[in-house]
T-cell receptor, first 109, second 113 residues
Framework: GQSLEQPSEVTAVEGAIVQINCTYQTSGFYGLSWYQQHDGGAPTFLSYNALDGLEETGRFSSFLSRSDSYGYLLLQELQMKDSASYFCAVRGGGFKTIFGAGTRLFVKA | DSGVTQTPKHLITATGQRVTLRCSPRSGDLSVYWYQQSLDQGLQFLIQYYNGEERAKGNILERFSAQQFPDLHSELNLSSLELGDSALYFC????????????FGSGTRLTVV
């Protein structure tokens, strides 16, 4: 089967750096993506990694290690508005894009 | 506004009933995906359509069905509704069949009473 694991909750202080990990187990692999979802809102696409390494987009970076079936989302210079749920997603075999259960990030002042 | 339109935004219905959720993808997008999100849960993949054809199927119940029409809008039909079907139902779209960069609609909140 296919599964993704990520921490359920992370708390960090405004201005700090936080890393949200994601490990996956899929029958095939095309890439790892990340989405942000604020309470009551729709998920919005943040980043995508198809190859090993780090991708940077402003304050957000995403990393992938295909050999370890592992990736992470790095958020720098945390702001209160970053408080949200973050989902990793993988498309494995059968063209199904599966989402993790989400990590709830709490940013404290 | 993401460009993906879902209607209705809210729906309250009784157990045993049937409802239809509608999704219009972003202009130019050929793929439509349906996801179910229960309270404080992740997004469960239901089904994907590409240019009118079913492309992938997730853990979609037999009581649920979907289709994508020639104008690319999609409908998700939920029948014999149970209390456990109460959830947020999201539609997303993408240009092709890629595995990333989906644009999500604002969702339909279904409450079964």
């Amino acid at each position: 089967g296919q599964s993704l694991e990520q921490p359920s909750e992370v708390t960090a202080v405004e201005g700090a750096i936080v890393q949200i990990n994601c490990t996956y187990q899929t029958s095939g692999f095309y890439g790892l993506s990340w989405y942000q979802q604020h309470d009551g809102g729709a998920p919005t696409f943040l980043s995508y990694n198809a190859l090993d390494g780090l991708e940077e987009t402003g304050r957000f970076s995403s990393f992938l290690s295909r050999s370890d079936s592992y990736g992470y989302l790095l958020l720098q210079e945390l702001q209160m508005k970053d408080s949200a749920s973050y989902f990793c997603a993988v498309r494995g075999g059968g063209f199904k894009t599966i989402f993790g259960a989400g990590t709830r990030l709490f940013v404290k002042a | 506004d993401s460009g993906v339109t879902q209607t209705p935004k809210h729906l309250i219905t009784a157990t045993g009933q049937r409802v239809t959720l509608r999704c219009s993808p972003r202009s130019g997008d050929l793929s439509v995906y349906w996801y179910q999100q229960s309270l404080d849960q992740g997004l469960q993949f239901l089904i994907q359509y590409y240019n009118g054809e079913e492309r992938a199927k997730g853990n979609i119940l037999e009581r649920f069905s979907a289709q994508q029409f020639p104008d690319l809008h999609s409908e998700l039909n939920l029948s014999s509704l149970e209390l456990g079907d109460s959830a947020l139902y999201f539609c997303a779209s993408s240009v092709a069949t890629q595995d990333y960069g989906y644009t999500f609609g604002s969702g339909t909140r279904l409450t079964v009473v």
